[in-house]
């Protein structure tokens, strides 16, 4: 299975919204439609969000992760709707593995009195990206809702108002994966992420070259989803899957260790922008204009109740 590459030029953050014509978001939502449907997955190109954002963030991330777990502990927290430093084996997505060989800070935009690392440019530089990928998300889910001849193209939109502020619990997650060395122990079939699908309904995910992300075709088999620079990666969680009854498909995926041993030894690094619908949306069917006779999911959960749900089968 491939993942494909839609070319998001004529819905660029580089246009103000309103100068974008519907028949853009038409098009470009039907080449959204059909990856989200079929893979899952799709590399976006021509943002208009340069990758030189996120190296910054890298940068700054960095010099967090490599200080002493002393002090990163100090931002340790329990709670989803803060923001939070992940320990190594804090997280296990899949309890048929060991814990993922990976440590994060995750980043809510809620409280602007929280406690940040000391890190120069952290805070300013995070908080610069969330909200372009919260731009970059509005419209994806604008075109989405063209793309699957929703009766109200906006609703998707229009149900992430909140992406970064209260009353939604998204997030942007700078994850950190220890360069495997020789003298490392990992447990029998510990990966670095384990296979999981997301928790929320849509990401954003941006990656680095060192490689290890597969996504799990129809066969059962795992392919490899390489770094294509200037390309932000999107793909489709659980609650959009429940959502939209399934027609929108959320795909396992998860990160290998490479078998190069010199790649293997390096730190990989990566950022992930969880969305997530605002928290009292309820996730009922999405009428299309030519039908409403669509199912409705069999539970009628709001976002904030559907991700709790999953959160805390995840974390420790």
Request: aromatic residues 8%.
């Amino acid at each position: 299975m491939l993942v494909p590459i839609v070319d998001f030029s004529k819905c660029s953050l580089q246009y103000d919204s309103n100068a974008i014509d519907e028949d853009s978001f038409k098009e470009i939502g039907h080449h959204l439609h059909e990856a989200c449907k079929t893979a899952g997955f799709a590399y976006l190109s021509n943002t208009g969000l340069l990758r030189s954002k996120a190296d910054a963030v890298n940068e700054a991330a960095s010099r967090f992760f490599s200080l002493p777990l002393e002090y990163k502990t100090r931002f340790c927290s329990a709670n989803s709707r803060t923001s939070s430093y992940t320990r190594l084996g804090d997280l296990t997505l899949n309890a048929e593995h060991p814990f993922d060989h990976q440590e994060g800070f995750r980043v809510t935009m809620k409280n602007e009195d929280a406690p940040w690392p000391d890190i120069p440019g952290l805070k300013e530089r995070t908080t610069e990206l969330s909200q372009l990928c919260k731009k970059l998300l509005l419209r994806v889910l604008s075109a989405l809702g063209y793309g699957m001849n929703l009766k109200d193209p906006q609703i998707l939109a229009d149900s992430h108002k909140l992406l970064t502020c209260e009353g939604n619990i998204s997030q942007l997650k700078l994850i950190h994966y220890p360069g495997i060395a020789g003298d490392v122990v990992l447990e029998e079939g510990q990966l670095r992420i384990s296979e999981h699908t997301d928790f929320g309904s849509l990401t954003l995910l941006f990656q680095d070259d060192v490689g290890g992300l597969q996504v799990q075709g129809p066969d059962g088999k795992f392919v490899d989803v390489p770094h294509i620079p200037e390309t932000i990666l999107l793909n489709v969680g659980d609650m959009m899957q429940f959502w939209t009854s399934g027609r929108l498909k959320s795909t396992v995926h998860r990160v290998v260790i490479p078998e190069d041993p010199v790649r293997a030894s390096r730190v990989r690094r990566s950022i992930t922008y969880f969305a997530n619908a605002d928290d009292d949306v309820l996730l009922t069917k999405l009428p299309t204009k030519d039908s409403v006779q669509e199912e409705a999911p069999k539970e009628c959960l709001t976002s904030k109740e559907y991700f709790l749900r999953r959160f805390q089968k995840s974390y420790a």
